[in-house]
C-alpha cells in the first residue's frame, strides 16, 4: 500500500501548507526532465560555491577528527566567533549562554516559535513575509496575525500598522530585514519606529531575521536588538547559507536573551540535537577570516539586480520597487489578472501567472501568494546574467499573448 488514507495523518500535518519555493522548484525539475529548457528562479540559493577557504576548514576539521555529536547550543569556538561578529557588526552583546546553533536559520525560527507560543497566542508577521514562517506558528498552535505593505510602501510595515494589531495576546512580532522575498531593506528610523511601538508592549519577543545582512546594498547593516528599549527582548537569527554560499551545510544561529536560549536548546536537544562537528569548525573559520569572497558575491548581486529592475521596468503593466538587498525581485503583476491568452488558459491571480509563466515561458518563479503578497511574485536573480536575459525575454514574450 503506497499512500494512507489522510485520516490518519494527523491534523498537525494536513493543515501545514507544502513550500511553494520548494513546490515550484520540484514542478520545474518535472518539465526539465521531461527535455524542457526551464530557467528555475524559484529557490532561494546564491549560485555561487562555497568560498574554497571554508571548504579547506571543514576538510582539515574531518582530519583533526571532527566527527562526533556537539553540545547542543554550539562548540564553543564558534559560539565565540558568533558573539565576536555580533558585537562587530551589529552591537550587540551576547553572553556563550545567549548563542544557541541549530541546523539552519529554519530551525532556529521553529525552535524559538515552540518555545515561546502557545494555543491563543498570535505572533504578527510582517508582510510580505518568508513563505515559512506562518506555518511554524501554526504548527507551534498559535495564530499568525499577517500585516501586510504593499509595493507603495516599498512593502515595509509601518508602525501605525503594528501598533493597531498588537493586543493581549500578541507574543512576537516576526519579520526579515533584508527582506525575503522584496528585497527591501528597513532603515534605522524605520526600525526604531517599530522598536518604540513594540517596547510600550512588555510581552512581546521581536524575532528579527537577518539571515540576508551581508547581502545589503546601502551600507551598514541595522539589527533592531541594537536599540536600547528592545534589546532585551529581541532575537536576532542569522546564519551562514546566503552570505557564506552555504545552504547546503544547514548552519544557523541565534543571539537570545538567556531564558529564550536556554529553551531553544532544551528544544533543539530534544529533536536534532548538535549541529554537524566539521561545518561549525568551517562556520567558525568564516566568521573569524576575510569577508572578500562574500563581498564579490554582494557586488555581482548588485549588478545583476541592476540589469534585472532595467529589464523588468521594459515589460508593460509590470510595477517593480528598486530592493535594497537580498538577491530578489517582487514585482506586481497585478494589471495581468483578468486577462487571457486566447485558448483555455486565465490569468485571475499571481499563482495562475507563475503556473502560465512555467508552462509558456518555462521560467520558474513563485507566487506572491505564498509570501502574503496576491499581487506578485518573487524572481530570484541568483542565477548567471545570461540565463537572466533570456528568463525575462522569455516573460516579456509570454506577457504579449495575455489580452
Sequence with gaps: MDTLPVQVLSKRIQRLAESATIKMSQKARALKAEGHNVINLSLGEPDFDTPQHI??????????????????????ELQKAIQAKFKRDNDLDFGLDQIVVSNGAKQSIANLCLSLLDEGDEAIVLAPYWVTYGEIVKLASAKPVILKAGIEQDFKVSPAQLEAAINENTKIVL??????????????????????????????????????????????????????????????????????????WRLGYIGAPKWIAKACTKMQGQFTSGATSFGQKAAAHALNSDLGPTLEMKAAFLKRRDMVIALLK????????????????????????????????????????????????????????????????????????EELKEAIKRIKTAVTKLK
Excluded: W
Design 55 to 76: 571548504k579547506d576548514a571543514a576538510v582539515e576539521a574531518l582530519k583533526d577528527g571532527y566527527t562526533k555529536y556537539t553540545p547542543v547550543p554550539g562548540l564553543v
Design 175 to 248: 519579520f526579515s530585514s533584508p527582506c525575503n522575498p522584496t528585497g527591501s531593506v528597513y532603515t534605522e528610523e524605520e526600525l526604531k519606529g517599530l522598536a518604540d511601538v513594540i517596547a510600550k508592549h512588555p510581552q512581546i519577543t521581536i524575532i528579527s531575521d537577518e539571515i540576508y545582512e551581508y547581502i545589503n546594498f546601502i551600507g551598514k547593516h541595522i539589527s533592531i536588538g541594537s536599540f536600547e528599549n528592545v534589546k532585551d527582548r529581541t532575537v536576532t537569527v542569522n546564519g551562514f547559507s546566503k552570505g557564506f554560499a552555504m545552504t547546503g
Design 314 to 385: 521594459e515589460i508593460p503593466g509590470f510595477k517593480v520597487n528598486f530592493p535594497q538587498g537580498a538577491f530578489y525581485v517582487f514585482p506586481d503583476i497585478s494589471a495581468y489578472f483578468g486577462t487571457s491568452d486566447g485558448t483555455t488558459t486565465a490569468v485571475n491571480n499571481a499563482d495562475d501567472f507563475c503556473e502560465y509563466l512555467l508552462n509558456e515561458a518555462h521560467v520558474a518563479v513563485v507566487t506572491g501568494s505564498a509570501f502574503g503578497a496576491d499581487n506578485c511574485f518573487r524572481l530570484s536573480y541568483a542565477a548567471s546574467e
